[in-house]
């Protein structure tokens, strides 16, 4: 019985990993003294809509790419920023950037 007791933990815990796979949690930061008007996350083969971010607000969202990927950020006045940084489609991990209307100013990242 305590096998069993280990066992099953242990399974949910594989199972939960496996799932997860894949995704990367991104978390972007406005320090800019400006909006970020209309934020679209763009990696390979998808996009996700943040919408406005005000000054010192955060948003994260969990990205999934199509295949290998990097991350532009597109905005409703038609500028756009790349994230430095690289993960593939079975990466997983978390990436932080933290950005003005008209530059990246940090990215970390804790891909596997």
Known sequence: MKKILVIVPLALL???WVARS???D???TNVGDK???GVV???TGRSYTLGDLSPGSSKMVTLNAASDSHIELRFSNGR???ID????ATSGGSIRAKVTS???VAVEDEIS
């Open 14 to 16: 594989i199972v939960y």
């Open 22 to 24: 894949g995704e990367v």
């Open 26 to 28: 991104f978390t972007l």
């Open 35 to 37: 909006a970020l008007r």
């Open 41 to 43: 996350v763009e990696v």
């Open 80 to 82: 756009h920023l790349t």
């Open 85 to 88: 940084c690289y993960f593939g």
């Open 102 to 104: 008209q530059a990246v």
